[in-house]
């Protein structure tokens, strides 16, 4: 039990040594995240929708 208590104070310890994003950072790279995971779902999208139209017209 000993091990896990020192393990949490040096967790703690070495969360004072990162270098954390400002407010606007985190919002602006949220909103990258956003914007690419939109773009690739409808990219997958018309994929899907291609290989579908594809499939359909052969059977």
């Not at 990219?43 to 899907?48: E, F, Q, R, S």
Request: proline share 2%; aromatic share 6%; no cysteine.
């Amino acid at each position: 039990m000993n091990a896990f208590i020192q393990y949490l104070r040096d967790v703690r310890a070495e969360l004072t040594h990162v270098s954390w994003p400002t407010s606007a950072q985190a919002i602006g790279f949220t909103g990258l995240v956003i914007i690419i995971v939109i773009i690739v779902a409808v990219v997958l999208g018309a994929v899907d929708a291609l290989l579908t139209i594809g499939i359909e017209s052969i059977l």
